[in-house]
């Protein structure tokens, strides 16, 4: 089984900081995402990685940006939290680019 | 611009009550239309892939079919543990996103 592991289910941050959320998946999957999910707007895409290195932008990318030295490692940075920044954080990770994708528990994020 | 609509926004049923979830979507050449499960506070659970009009699939209690412009989720005699959030979401082609839709909440009492 596919398992999507991210760093911590819950976290309160203070505005201004800076937020590391980390992501890992031990399946060898190419391509990686990071959503955040609000309550009655879905999910939404903030940057999705196809392969070590690569990365391109979602539909919401400003005040975030992403790491990926490694395959199996996706990280999302909040450069300066703010409070817009309160959320429910996904990352999925998936085979094929047009494929099912997998996801991790979720962090949520609080910043006060 | 390619959207996902989902309805009813929550649906209540008795145990044993069967009934359909809806997904509409407007997209530009649909490569594949997906069905997630989340429970409270976990992520999405993938369930079904649909890729051509007149395509179905079934796990259990459910069973997705699909249309050129519409995707119904069918739940047959329902039970609480089926209780849950249900996304849909669809890939176009030329594309690496997938857009989801807000959901559908489900409560299945017993």
């Known amino acids: 089984d596919v398992k999507v592991t991210q760093s911590s289910r819950y976290l309160v941050k203070r505005t201004g900081e800076k937020v590391f959320l980390e992501c890992v998946q031990d399946m060898d999957h190419e391509n990686m995402f990071w959503y955040r999910q609000d309550p009655g707007l879905g999910l939404r895409l903030i940057y999705f990685s196809y392969d070590v290195k690569m990365k391109e932008k979602g539909d919401i990318p400003e005040g975030y940006s992403v790491s990926r030295e490694k395959k199996e490692r996706f990280s999302l940075i909040l450069e300066s939290a703010s409070t817009n920044q309160t959320s429910m954080y996904l990352c999925?990770?998936?085979?094929?680019?047009?494929?099912?994708?997998?996801f991790g528990p979720g962090t949520r994020l609080t910043v006060t | 611009e390619d959207q996902v609509t989902q309805s009813p926004e929550a649906l209540r049923l008795q145990e044993g009550e069967s009934s359909s979830l809806n997904c509409s979507y407007t997209v530009s050449g649909l490569r594949g239309l997906f069905w997630y499960r989340q429970d409270p506070g976990k992520g999405p659970e993938f369930l079904f892939t649909l890729y051509s009009a007149g395509e179905e699939k079934e796990k259990e209690r459910l069973k997705a079919t699909l249309t050129k412009k519409e995707s119904f989720l069918h739940i047959t005699a329902p039970k609480p543990e089926d209780s849950a959030t249900y996304l849909c979401a669809v890939q176009a082609f030329g594309g690496f996103k997938t857009i989801f839709g807000a959901g559908t909440r489900l409560f299945v009492k017993a």
């Open positions: 999925a990770s998936s085979q094929e680019q047009d494929r099912e994708q997998y």
